[in-house]
């Protein structure tokens, strides 16, 4: 007999998951609390996008009981997302804040890197509302800019601390709409030229979903140790300051003289 699948998303995309083999996450805790076999059928779980941590581990909590009852979930995927830490290389504090996965190298010492898209609901991108079945595009913007950091930190900077990364010009397209199902996150340098001063970066960073392209974004950042556009940022804010005030005062002459 074959498992059936049986996909999970935050509960922010509820209406994704109406009239499909879909739960939210909610839904499904609500499912497994209930002392009864009402599964009787083997289901394998499949984690989607939106999914929080703190709402799988109560559904992995209650899995005892089901046991008993002769529920058959298959919660792999699910204790996997509990388990596993998202990607720490992207410059961001808050784990439900970060949209990218560990990442991999495709080939040894090549340029092309792969890493999944995890989206918790959480995320500062998601708090206000979602609109549709499909996710929404600036979160692809984000996941993007959070790939090139972190392959840069981890690969090419060798993990080392004290970096600051400017974007230069970045630039994305929207190929097709991606739902809240699993997907990848496809990064390639195409060009590099580091030194001990700065490192000049151009890439494209690529989202896919069942073979089918998302989004593409071409971006050319550089990277400075942190100490030097300290320095630089110091003085460009003290001159900013004081354009503001000339104006302001200018602005006043103005007004008095009228």
Do not use: W
């Amino acid at each position: 007999m074959n498992c059936k699948k049986l996909v999970v998303v935050g509960d922010k995309f509820n209406e994704f998951a109406n009239g499909k083999d879909v739960l939210t996450i909610t839904q499904l805790e609500l499912l497994t609390q209930i002392p009864a076999n009402i599964i009787d059928k083997e289901h394998e779980i499949i984690i989607g996008q939106g999914v929080r941590k703190d709402f799988a581990g109560k559904v992995i909590s209650n899995q005892p009981r089901n046991t008993i009852h002769g529920n058959k979930l298959k919660m792999c995927s699910l204790e996997k997302l509990v388990n596993d830490k998202k990607n720490e290389y992207c410059h961001k504090r808050l784990e439900h804040n970060v949209l990218i996965g560990p990442a991999e190298q495709i080939e040894q010492n090549s340029n092309l890197f792969a890493m999944p898209l995890l989206i918790d609901e959480r995320c500062e991108l998601m708090a206000d509302h979602q609109t549709g079945q499909h996710i929404q595009g600036m979160l692809l913007v984000e996941a993007s800019r959070q790939a090139f950091i972190a392959i840069t930190e981890e690969f090419t900077y060798k993990q080392e601390t004290g970096r600051y990364y400017v974007i230069n010009s970045m630039a994305i397209n929207f190929s097709s709409f991606l739902f809240p199902l699993p997907a990848q996150v496809h990064f390639e340098y195409l060009e590099k030229d580091v030194n001990e001063r700065r490192g000049r970066f151009k890439a494209q960073v690529r989202v896919m979903q069942h073979k089918t392209l998302c989004a593409s974004m071409d971006v050319s950042f550089t990277v400075y140790p942190s100490g030097l556009i300290s320095e630089k940022e110091k003085s460009l804010s003290e001159m900013a300051m004081q354009a503001m005030i000339v104006e302001h005062q200018g602005t006043t002459l103005k007004v008095t003289h009228a």
